[in-house]
């Protein structure tokens, strides 16, 4: 497991552009506010994506037949850090509910790199078992 202690963290409310984690093993991880959003981890959000395979930061499937509606961008309206484990964002959908843990952060990093590791390990765990 890779280090899950940050060595600075900065929000960029102002611009938009998101959370950046620089680790203190050197990883530096770059997270969006969408895929924050996509990735909360209060048990409701982490239910609706279990049920619908998604892993998270993985947006929704939208339903061909539905014709795609204008949303504002995903933005937090309020950071507040927890301890020194964990943040969490008030979003401008109203959904304020997860706790993002810098365990939960580092595990999911969105990165090339990362994401790469996590497809490997899937295949090498083999199909998943009913």
């Known amino acids: 497991m890779p280090a899950v202690t940050p060595a600075k963290v900065k929000v960029d409310m102002t611009g938009g552009s998101g959370m950046d984690i620089d680790w203190k093993d050197g990883h530096h991880s770059h997270y969006s506010f969408g895929w924050l959003r996509d990735a909360c981890p209060c048990a409701l959000c982490d239910e ?3 049920k619908s ?3 998270p930061g993985e947006p929704p499937r939208q339903s061909a037949q539905l014709l795609p509606m204008f949303k504002p961008a995903v933005k937090p309206e309020e950071v507040i850090p927890v301890g020194r484990y964990a ?3 008030s979003f401008n959908d109203g ?3 997860g706790i993002y843990s810098w365990e ?3 595990l999911w990093c969105p990165c090339r790199e990362c994401s790469a590791l996590r497809n490997v390990a899937k ?3 083999g199909p998943a078992q009913p």
């Open 48 to 50: 609706e994506r279990t």
């Open 53 to 55: 395979h998604r892993d």
């Open 87 to 89: 943040i969490r964002f």
């Open 95 to 97: 959904h304020q509910h």
């Open 104 to 106: 939960f952060l580092r």
């Open 123 to 125: 295949l090498e765990s």
